[in-house]
C-alpha cells in the first residue's frame, strides 16, 4: 500500500507491490486517480525527488518504487512544474545520485522555488530572494560595484539622469513599486518579463483552468450548501429591522381611525435640544433637617390621653395613631389595597363582595397590634355596606363574623340581629343568628326565622339538629312537612328517625307527595314484604317508566326470593320498555349498575344485566377485543362475577377462540376454585381439542391438587387428540419424572426419541439418567444427541459439565470448544470454558479466553462481567476497574454492570454511582435491586423494603431477587410478611438467577420445592457475604 497526496490536500491510497512495481506504474495509477498526466508529475519521498535510477534518468518502466527507497505505507507528495518560460532546459544528464551536495549551488539559487517555495533576504546580501534566469549574479554585482541600469526583473524606465536613482532603488529592491498589477501573471509580471508565452506555457495553463475547473465542480453544491447556511444563519442572528417589526406593520391594516388618532405625538427627546441647567448645592437648613427627623420618627408608646382609657379605645377628639411600628404600618397598606380591589364606587355607593371577604375572615388570627388596624379599616367598610345598603344580606353576615373574630362577640349578634330585622325573608340571616347565638337563645332564633320563612327548608333541618332527643327532633320535621309537603330532604330526615313500621307509614305519604322521586318507590319497596313489594314497583313504573333503576330493582327481589329464571326475564322486560319508551340503553352505565348489584350480593342479576346489555352498541368485528378489554377491566376493579359474566357471554359467540378461553382459565385459577377451574378446562377442551396449552393447564390443575392419576387420564385424552405433539410427551414426563417414577418417564422419553423427538426430548432423556446416577447411558444420550443436534448448546453444555463432574478436565475442555465450534455466540459456553481455564491453568488463560469471547460476541455484558469477577477475584482490583469502564462505555444500559460497579466501588461513592445507575436504566431490576442493598446496609427498613419489592415485580422470574427479599424479611421484618414473601415466591415459580439456577439444577435438589430453593439460596446468599467479609478484612 503506498499512498500519495495530492494538491487538492487529498489523499490516494494506492494498493501497489513495491518490489514489482516501476515508477511508470505508479504515475499511470495517480494518473487515473487524480486526472494529472505523466509527463507533468513529480513525485517527492519527504525532499527528496523519485527519479529512475538507469542512466540517463528516463527509463520509469525499469526501476522499482524499491530501487527509489520507497517503503510499505510510504507517503509521496505529488507536485507539477511551473510552466511560465521560467525553468531551465532540461540538463542532458544528471550527475550521481548524491554529488549535488559537494557541489557549489549555482548564482541566485532559492531552495524550493520550483514548488512555489519562496526565499529570504538577510543583511549580508540584501537583494531579491527569488531570481530569474536572465538576472546576473547577484554577488557579482556586489563585488564588482556597479551593474546595469536596465537589466533585471520589472519594466522599469529607461535610462536617465533624474530616474537613475530611483531605477537603482528598484534593482536593489528586486521589483518596481510602481508598476501596475497586471490580471494575468499578477505581481510577478517583472519575474516574467522577457519570457516568451510559447505553446508550453499555453498548455499549463489549459492544464491548470481544467484542474481549477474539476476542483470547483467537486466542492460546488458543498460550498453552495455551507455559503447558503451561514446567509441563513446570520440573518436569523441580525435581523434587519423592517424584520423585526414585519408583524406589527401587518397588524397597522387593523387600526380603526379612532385608534390611530389615538396614538400621541413623538416629541423630541435627543441630546442636543437638552440645554444642560446649571445645578448649584446651597447647605440644608438645620430646621429643615429636624423637620424630616420629626416626620420619620415612630411613636413606640401610647399617648396619655390614650391610656387614660385604658389604651383600647381612641378618643373622638384626637387623631387616632395606629402607626405603631414599620410592620403596622407595611400591613396596613397591604390591607387597604386589597379592600381597593374589592371596592368599586357605583353611582355614589360602595359595593364589597362580602362572601369572598367572608372567606378570608375565617381563617383570620389577632396575633398583634397591627392586625387591629386591619379589623378598625374593614369595620369601617362594612360599616358603610350596611348604612348605603341595609338590604344585603351578606354584609350583615360579614360585619357580625368579623366583629366575631375581634372577640366582640355581643357585637356580633347585635349586629345580625338587626340584619334579621332588615333581611326577615333571607334564610342565612337566620341561619347566621342561630349560629351566633348561645343555646339557651338558638332555639327562640330559629323559631322567629321558621315563622318568618315558613317555606324554608334549611331553617326546618336546623331547627331540628337543635333539638336533644329523636322524638323532638322528628316532631319539628313533622310541624316542616305540614308546610313543605313535597321536601325529599325533610321526608328523608324523618324517615332515618323513624323505626321500620313508622317508616313504611311515612314512605306511603312521601311517595304520595313525592311520586316522581325513585329513592322514595325504592325504599318503601324494601321495607314491604314479597308481595306488596312488587305492587309497589309496579306502581313506581307507572309513575316512573323511564327509570331503569325500578327493572334492577325488580330483578334483585326476584333473585332474594330464590326466583333466579325470573331475574333475567325482568332485566330484558326492562331494556324494551325502556327502549319503547326511548330511553337510550348506555352499556356502561348498565355495566356499572352490574357492578353495583355484585357488591350487593345479587350475582344473577350482575349476570343478567351482562348478557342483555354487553352487546348493545357494538360492532360485530369489535366485539371480542371489546369485551376482552371490558373484563379485564373490570377484574382490575375487583368485579370478578361481572368479569365472569363478560367471558361467560363471549364464549356463549367465540366457541373455538383459545385465547378467550385461557383468559376465562386464568380468571377461574386465580379467583374461582379448583372445581369451576376444571369444569371450565373441561368445556375448553370439548370445543378446542387441538388447543396443547387447554389440555397441559387441565392436567396441571389435577396434578396441583395431588390428583396424580386424573393428571395422566387427562394427558392420555390429550394425546389421542394430538398423537405427534411433544408438549404433550414432555408433559406427560415431567409428571411421572416429578413424582418418583424414573422408569416410566424413561420409558416415555425413549418413545418420544422413536417417534423423532426434537433436541429438547434428548436432553430430557439425558437428564433422567444422570439424576439415576447412569454416566455411560448419559454420555451416550449426549453423544447421539449431538450426533442429530450440533447446533443445540445445552447438550455440549450437559456433556462439558459430566466431564468436569467426573474430574476429566481435558475431555470437558475439548468439550466446551466443540461446542464454539458449532455455537460460537452462545455465552454460557464461553463463561464455562473460561471457570475450566481459570481452575486448571490459571488466570492467564482464562483472561485469553474471555477476550476471544468478547471480540466473537460484542455488547454482552455477562462477558464483561465474568472478565471482571476473575480479575477480582485474584486481587487485580485495578484491572478490574479498569475493566468496568471499558465495559460500561461498550454496554452503557446494562444493568448487571452497573449493579456489580455500585458495589464495586467505596462505600462513600456508591450513592453517586447508584445516581449515575438509575439515570442509564431506571427500571432494569438489578439497579434496582442494588439500590435496595443499598439502604438496606444503611438500616432505612422502608425504602428498602419499597426497592425489594419493586425489583421482584419487575422480574418475578429470577430467583436471587426472591432470596435478597426473603432473606431481608427475615432479618427486619415481620412474620406475616416473611410469609407473603414466601407466598409469592412460590406463586411466581422463578426459574432464572444466576445463584438461584446454580441451586435448583443440582442434582441433590432436582426433586426440592420452591419453598426449600428458597431458603437455600437465602444460606448461600449467607455464606457469600461472609466470604466477602472475610476477604475485606485480611486485604
Known sequence: MVFVRTLDRKTLALDLNINSTSLHALKLAVEAGSGIPVHLQRLFLSCRRLIPAAVGGDDDSSTTLADLAVCPDSTLTLHIPLLGGTQNPPAPARPARYDFLNSKPPPNYVAGLGRGATGFTTRSDIGPARAAPDLPDRSATTIGGAAAAGIGRGRGKGPGGEEEEEEEEADDKGYDENQKFDEFEGNDVGLFASAEYDEDDKEADA?????DKRMDSRRKDRREARLKQEIEKYRASNPKITEQFADLKRKLADLTPEQWESIPEIGDYSLRNKKKRFESFVPVPDTLLEKARQEQEHVTALDPKSRAVGGTETPWSQTPVTDLTAVGEGRGTVLSLKLDRLSDSVSGLTVVDPKGYLTDLKSMKITSDAEISDIKKARLLLKSVTQTNPKH?????????????????????????KGCEECPKNEDVWLEA????????????????????????KLWLQAAKLEQNDVDRSRVLRKGLEYIPDSVRLWKAVVELANEEDARVLLHRAVECCPLHVEMWLALARLETYEQAKKVLNKAREKLSKEPAIWITAAKLEEANGNIASVGKVIERGIRSLQREGVEIDREAWMKEAEAAERAGSVATCQAIIHHTIGIGVEEEDR?????????ECKKRGSIETARAIYAHALTVFLTKKSIWLKAAQLEKSHGTRESLDALLRRAVTYRPQAEVLWLMGAKEKWLAGDVPAARAILQEAYAAIPNSEEIWLAAFKLEFENNEPERARMLLAKARERGGTERVWMKSAIVERELGNMAEERRLLEEGLKLFPSFFKLWLMLGQMEERLGRGERAKEAYENGLKHCPN???????????EERMNGLSKARAVLTMARKKNPQSPELWLAAIRAESRHGNKKEADTLMAKALQECPTSGILWAASIEMVPRPQ????SADALKRCDHDPHV??????????DRKVDKARNWFNRAVTLAPDNGDFWALYYKFELQHGTEEQQKDVLKRCISAEPKHGERWQAISKAVENSHLPIEALLKKAVVALGKEENSITTDGIKS
Open 928 to 937: 434496582i435491586a442494588a439500590v435496595a442493598k443499598l439502604f438496606w446496609h
Open 207 to 211: 492544464v491548470w483552468e481544467s484542474i
Open 624 to 632: 371480542k377485543r371489546t369485551w376482552v378489554a371490558d373484563a379485564e
Open 826 to 836: 452462545c455465552i454460557p459456553l464461553w463463561l464455562s470454558l473460561a471457570n475450566l
Open 434 to 457: 342561630c349560629r351566633l347565638a348561645s343555646p339557651d337563645e338558638a332555639k327562640a332564633v330559629i323559631a322567629k326565622g321558621v315563622k318568618a320563612i315558613p317555606n324554608s327548608v
Open 910 to 913: 456508591r450513592k453517586s454511582k
Open 393 to 417: 344580606p351578606p354584609g350583615w353576615i360579614a360585619a357580625a363574623r368579623l366583629e366575631e373574630v375581634a372577640g366582640k362577640i355581643q357585637a356580633a349578634r347585635q349586629l345580625i340581629q
